[in-house]
């Protein structure tokens, strides 16, 4: 696969090519139109390859390269009306905004729940999330996996990460489509909270006695994060 802004290699294999040099014209269709474009393959053992250059490739999608003409550098033959044909793909690069994932505060213990909600800049597909986490909790260059569908997605922060209470930030570094290979970086945090679980002694719990009718009064003192 090719990703958006990058050139794309043509590679060329003709059996009856002697050693040489060559220039070649050629057409684009589909997702890129352009005509007569011109490039120069060395064909060494029938093989060699030329750059289509990026600047011709501004749209995602499938594009058609036709070859249509191609001269012999050395001897000035040249063919035309070839007619040879080959469909290659442009693939987006992935994308993702602070505005486009959302993490609740979480109790000690349990996992956190990252939602994506994209708005455009991953189409469906594998993606690999690379982040890390500062505050009460520190691990750094994590990766998590999430499938992407509709523009929606949700991976999981392990709780194994999150084994302290307080204000915890993860902060994206990068996302790759597992699909084209295509990736970006990204510099965006998000903070939440680990809370911690509240604690009641039972020898910090009292009911004092009560006659028959009367309502019950539990009094809890010294009890921890309630």
């Given at each position: 696969?090719?990703?958006?802004?990058?050139?794309?290699?043509?590679?060329?294999?003709?059996?009856?090519?002697?050693?040489?040099?060559y220039s070649l014209t050629y057409d684009?269709?589909?997702?890129?139109?352009?005509?007569?474009?011109?490039?120069?393959?060395?064909?060494?053992?029938?093989?060699?390859?030329?750059?289509?250059?990026?600047?011709?490739?501004?749209?995602?999608?499938?594009?058609?390269?036709?070859?249509?003409?191609?001269?012999?550098?050395?001897?000035?033959?040249?063919?035309?009306?070839?007619?040879?044909?080959?469909?290659?793909?442009?693939?987006?690069?992935?994308?993702?905004?602070?505005?486009?994932?959302?993490?609740?505060?979480?109790?000690?213990?349990?996992?956190?729940?990252?939602?994506?909600?994209?708005?455009?800049?991953?189409?469906?597909?594998?993606?690999?999330?690379?982040?890390?986490?500062?505050?009460?909790?520190?691990?750094?260059?994590?990766?998590?996996?999430?499938v992407i569908t509709g523009g929606n997605?949700?991976?999981?922060?392990?709780?194994?990460?999150?084994?302290?209470?307080?204000?915890?930030?993860?902060?994206?570094?990068?996302?790759?489509?597992?699909?084209?290979?295509?990736?970006?970086?990204?510099?965006?945090?998000?903070?939440?909270?680990?809370?911690?679980?509240?604690?009641?002694?039972?020898?910090?719990?009292?009911?004092?006695?009560?006659?028959?009718?009367?309502?019950?009064?539990?009094?809890?003192?010294?009890?921890?994060?309630?």
């Amino acid at each position: 696969p090719i990703c958006l802004g990058q050139n794309a290699i043509a590679n060329l294999n003709g059996p009856a090519l002697p050693n040489g040099s060559y220039s070649l014209t050629y057409d684009l269709s589909g997702a890129n139109n352009s005509t007569a474009n011109l490039a120069t393959v060395t064909i060494t053992a029938t093989n060699g390859s030329f750059t289509i250059p990026n600047t011709l490739l501004t749209n995602t999608g499938v594009t058609n390269i036709t070859l249509t003409l191609l001269t012999n550098n050395t001897t000035g033959c040249t063919v035309s009306g070839l007619s040879i044909t080959d469909d290659f793909i442009i693939s987006p690069i992935p994308s993702l905004d602070v505005d486009e994932v959302t993490i609740n505060d979480i109790c000690i213990g349990s996992d956190a729940s990252v939602e994506i909600i994209s708005l455009g800049g991953l189409i469906d597909g594998n993606y690999q999330i690379d982040y890390s986490i500062s505050g009460a909790n520190g691990p750094s260059n994590q990766s998590a996996n999430v499938v992407i569908t509709g523009g929606n997605g949700v991976f999981t922060i392990p709780s194994g990460l999150l084994t302290n209470t307080g204000t915890t930030t993860i902060t994206f570094t990068g996302v790759t489509n597992l699909d084209t290979t295509c990736s970006s970086l990204l510099n965006f945090s998000i903070n939440f909270l680990v809370n911690a679980l509240p604690d009641v002694n039972p020898n910090e719990f009292l009911i004092d006695d009560i006659c028959l009718g009367q309502d019950a009064i539990g009094v809890i003192f010294n009890a921890l994060n309630l």
